[in-house]
Nanobody
Framework: VQLQASGGGLVQPGGSLRLSCAAS????????MGWYRQAPGKQREMVAV???????NYADSVKGRFTISRDNAKNTVYLQMNSLKSEDTAVYYC??????????????WGQGTLVTVSS
């Protein structure tokens, strides 16, 4: 199983970016999917998570600016980021709780994609 993230880049303050993360491999089901980020010198933090049923939780710092969504048919999670601020600069990692059969489930991480918000 692999998670492949894409969509990072350089954007000016106030701009927007959309991150995507697709899971592939021997997948039986996917429960929680989400995005985390790690800024230089800081610990990794949760940005947003979404269950297979569509329940969502956001970090307070991104509420009203970021939107997480997923396409269960494509095993893909998205993060639409609007009104970006310099403090959103970080490496963004996708994360998923994936069952490879009816019994075994594991936590998987994508490779990280860099988001830089700067003028």
């Amino acid at each position: 199983v692999q998670l492949q993230a894409s969509g990072g880049g350089l954007v000016q303050p106030g701009g927007s970016l959309r991150l995507s993360c697709a899971a592939s491999g021997s997948i039986f089901s996917i429960n929680l999917m989400g995005w985390y980020r790690q800024a230089p010198g800081k610990q990794r933090e949760m940005v947003a998570v979404i269950t297979s049923g569509g329940s969502i939780n956001y970090a307070d710092s991104v509420k009203g600016r970021f939107t997480i969504s997923r396409d269960n048919a494509k095993n893909t999670v998205y993060l639409q980021m609007n009104s970006l601020k310099s403090e959103d600069t970080a490496v963004y990692y996708c994360n998923a709780n994936i069952k490879t059969d009816q019994i075994r489930g594991y936590i998987y991480w994508g490779q990280g994609t860099l988001v830089t918000v700067s003028s």
